[in-house]
């Protein structure tokens, strides 16, 4: 515990006085002070001139990070006869209908990622107090409802990132790993920023974006200039 707290000093005392940095500066200061001992995720948070309490003011979408997010995402598909099997072809990690349902009742979510086809909605309705809190409950609007199974579970593992604002106004994801070239964050983390920009809600007043810093699991976080970051 002793040397994690040396290296998190040492971590802040490099980000001290840096603030507002471009892009490419802030993903080279978080690679240069994570020295975990196991490969850290780069994670984004925004914050956001939203009050998530107003319908209106919710923010919600996906991208498909151009790089992947390095992180392996297990994947549930609700469907049955040729579209189970056509996402167990796809690469589903679990498939099932009602079974898995009773599943995920007792008390077993072994997935970061839940897709249904529309005619199994019925079904997973019913986990709606389950999976609705932890971000997992499929949604047309994000593809994650769907009859092009295949095409869904592809996406998800491929490394598309689901986006929702919490209570606060604040968005953040895991954009990638520390063992990534300092291009391919830079690449991922402007493509998830254009995302959250582009998903502005029509209830948004005043500045949208307000702020945006990086930081990696176990480092201390730096501030990006919104400018830089939605350039181009």
Do not use: W
């Amino acid at each position: 515990m002793a040397n994690v707290g040396k290296r998190l000093r040492a971590a802040r005392d490099a980000f001290r006085g840096r603030e507002n940095l471009s892009v490419e500066d802030a993903v080279a200061l978080v690679k240069s002070n994570a020295t975990a001992k196991f490969d850290e995720t780069v994670e984004v948070a925004m914050n956001l001139g939203v009050d998530p309490r107003h319908a209106d003011q919710m923010v919600r979408g996906v991208v498909g990070l151009p790089n992947g997010t390095g992180k392996s995402v297990r994947v549930a598909v609700f469907a049955r006869d040729a579209k189970a099997e056509e996402a167990k072809v796809a690469g589903a990690d679990i498939v099932g209908a009602e079974d898995l349902m009773e599943t995920v009742q007792a008390g077993t979510i072994a997935f970061d990622r839940c897709i249904a086809t529309p005619d199994m909605m019925p079904v997973v309705g019913r986990l709606g107090k389950v999976l609705g809190p932890r971000n997992l409950m499929p949604n047309p609007k994000l593809g994650t409802v769907t009859v092009d199974v295949t095409t869904a579970v592809k996406a998800a593992k491929g490394g598309e990132v689901q986006f929702k604002s919490e209570k606060a106004g604040v968005v953040h994801a895991g954009i990638g790993k520390v063992s990534f070239d300092e291009a391919q964050l830079v690449e991922n983390v402007r493509a998830f920023v254009d995302a959250v920009a582009k998903a502005k809600p029509a209830g948004a007043k005043g500045t949208y974006l307000q702020k945006i810093a990086i930081s990696s699991t176990m480092g201390p976080g730096v501030t990006i200039s919104v400018e830089n970051a939605t350039a181009g």
